[in-house]
């Protein structure tokens, strides 16, 4: 605890024939600042511990697969050969389908609360939009199977099929489960992030923007379009990403809704896999120390491809809201 | 002239689409508590809020076991998380130029885009796998890890609202700074802080996936911290896959309670900064 005393600001030298009472508030300062140091010491040790954990569960695996593991599309638990890419695969795609959803709709609805809404409607459009992201994930999948599955299977999809079926995307046998419902299912949940940082954005865009535009005869929309987007175009970008950081990692509705199966289809109609879901469901009941090494590694890179895709998401947000303090509220 | 005409008709065509875009949005809010209170409302029961399951198969039992494991293991991991998180947020907001702000403040930010999943992986490396079972205590392990980000993030934003004059007039009136943080600093934020915890407790009230591999779940009434443990987000997962139509049933009426407990929770936490601190969010 002595090197609390180090930092920048720290009460250095008391001499001993300070007066007693500054003395006690000197002692009562260093102690108050050392136990704040420690919490605030135990976050990055935290953080440390984790990769360690995770670094030391997935050694075996490591040891076994290197690199190969990502592009190798075997999974025998019992051979103990393990490949992930058809987990790499899902999670992406699943997560594509997911902003190709989420995306129009939340700037729609982001664009049309800050620019065009009446005052009234703004406060409370946006606060029931963020009830969505109150709901738990499990909750989701609850309803995905009940409701959504039976829904997309006995109507959305035959028509999908119908309409489009000529795109490879949209042929094959209807399940239900399947990487297009835990797409869909994804999008409801990452719309309330992305529509409330893209907000937070489009509010720290100056006036003068969209008076600049409406003075020169744009219409209400032109102005958006043209002066006030592009402004805020790399924050919007970043509230994207942010969406789909939270898409790979979301774990238990889409493990109940995509069907659950090691294989790599061009089809959405087809079942897939995550690499949360492949953890969620397959690491309870693991045996090999293999088969966990293997889920620990795809933990691993779960871990290290989310913590990219945030801070990428987090230095394009900052670029725009610099000082604002936009996406600190919605992480 | 006909341009001009056109471009307003683009214009307003536009805005139709994103009122569309609203109302596409606000559709899965309102089917999903819909359809929770249709297909849960039934269910609860006297019995649901004080029983344990009935053996597969046969009718009757409740989710008291679950309610029992989701209060203690969240309640141990906001003992562990919050003080932390928001002692961690003290920090963070009062030394704002020491080099361990700008680590802490940046692991925060990472921490919380890690996936819940992975937070649960690690507590089983941590503590299941040592200790060779599951346990609740586990669980919250997870949980608070959950939380300390979330805490310490909405701890600093506040504390920085506290205009410095505060702070000065209590210095210059010599106290010392610890006393004037608890009692001034704090104490001016406490609504802001409070709103903090209980959002971070209401999201974690409903993770389930750092459970999985920890906590485990149970059929049974237990107190045991170092024993798996039942929680409600597990038993509506437990419940929604089964093979019982009873299950299913139990499915819903355990999600709708979780759910009305995590709104509460969060309303609460609204409520809570309603009257000093406009929040917008």
């Known amino acids: 605890m002595t090197t609390t005393l180090s930092g920048p600001g720290a009460p250095e030298r008391v001499g001993l024939d300070a007066p007693p009472s500054l003395e006690r508030a000197s002692y009562g300062d260093t102690v108050f600042r050392a136990l704040l140091t420690v919490a605030a010491l135990a976050v990055p040790i935290l953080l440390a511990f984790l990769v360690y954990e995770l670094w030391a569960g997935s050694r075996l695996a490591i040891d076994k697969f290197g690199l190969d593991f990502v592009t190798s599309s075997t999974w025998d638990p019992v051979a103990e050969d393990f490949g992930a890419f058809p987990l790499i695969f899902g999670t992406l795609l699943s997560s594509v389908v997911a902003l190709v959803i989420a995306v129009p709709l939340s700037l729609g609805v982001a664009i049309y609360l800050v620019e065009f809404a009446p005052k009234a409607a703004r406060q409370p459009v946006a606060f029931l939009i963020s009830l969505l992201a109150a709901i738990p994930s499990v909750v989701y999948g609850l309803w995905g199977i009940f409701v959504l599955i039976p829904l997309l299977r006995s109507s959305v999809f035959p028509f999908l099929r119908d309409v489009f079926g000529f795109l490879p995307f949209f042929q094959g046998p209807i399940y239900g489960p399947s990487m297009l419902a835990a797409g869909i299912i994804l999008a409801i949940m990452i719309m309330p992030y992305v529509m409330s940082v893209s907000r937070e954005v489009l509010l720290a865009v100056p006036d003068t923007q969209r008076e600049a535009s409406l003075a020169l005869g744009a219409t209400r929309w032109e102005a958006v379009i043209t002066a006030v987007v592009p402004y805020a175009r790399s924050g919007i970008i970043g509230a994207v990403i942010l969406g789909l950081g939270r898409a790979l990692g979301e774990t238990m509705a889409v493990t109940m809704l995509i069907g659950n199966r090691h294989e790599v289809a061009a089809s959405l109609f087809a079942p897939g896999y995550t690499m949360a879901a492949a953890i969620a469901n397959e690491f309870s009941e693991a045996v090999g120390d293999m088969h966990l090494a293997a889920l620990a590694y795809v933990a691993f890179l779960l871990f290290v491809v989310t913590v990219l895709v945030n801070a990428g998401a987090r230095l394009l947000i900052w670029r725009v809201a610099r000082g604002s303090g936009a996406g600190s509220k919605a992480l | ?281």
């Not at chain 2, 569309?20 to 019995?47: N, Q, R, T």
């Not at chain 2, 029983?51 to 009718?59: D, F, R």
């Not at chain 2, 669980?139 to 205009?163: N, Q, Y």
Request: glycine share 8%; hydrophobic share 55%; net charge positive.
């Open chain 2, 1 to 281: 002239m006909n341009r001009r005409i056109l471009r307003r008709l683009f214009s307003n065509l536009m805005v139709a689409l994103m009122i569309g875009a609203v109302v596409v949005a606000l559709l899965p809010l309102f089917f999903i508590l819909l359809d929770l209170v249709a297909k849960g409302a039934s269910s609860l029961s006297f019995d649901f809020f004080t029983k344990i399951p009935a053996p597969a198969g046969e009718s009757g039992g409740g989710v008291a076991h679950a309610i029992v494991g989701t209060l203690l293991i969240v309640g141990v991991a906001s003992l562990i998380g919050l003080p932390l998180g928001i002692a961690a947020g003290i920090y963070c907001a009062e030394y704002p130029g020491s080099r361990l702000t700008w680590v802490t403040r940046f692991v925060a930010d990472v921490m919380n885009g890690t996936p819940s999943i992975v937070v649960g992986v690690f507590a089983w490396a941590w503590i299941v796998a040592t200790q060779k079972h599951f346990s609740a205590l586990a669980g919250s392990a997870a949980l608070a890890m959950l939380m300390i980000p979330m805490v310490l993030r909405t701890t600093e934003e506040m504390i920085k609202l506290v205009p410095n004059s505060l702070r000065e007039a209590a210095l210059a009136l010599g106290y010392p700074r610890w006393r004037t943080n608890l009692t001034i600093v704090v104490r001016t934020t406490l609504p802001g802080i409070v709103t903090g915890s209980l959002l971070a407790v209401a999201r974690v009230s409903g993770e389930t996936a750092p459970l999985l591999f920890t906590a485990l779940g149970s059929q049974y009434l237990s107190f045991d911290l170092n024993q798996p443990m039942a929680a409600l987000p597990l038993t509506v997962f437990t419940y929604a896959t089964g093979p019982y139509e009873e299950w299913h049933r139990y499915a819903w009426a355990a999600a709708l309670i979780l759910i009305l407990v995590v709104f509460v929770l969060s309303l609460g936490a609204r409520l809570a900064t309603r009257q000093r601190f406009t929040l917008n969010g």
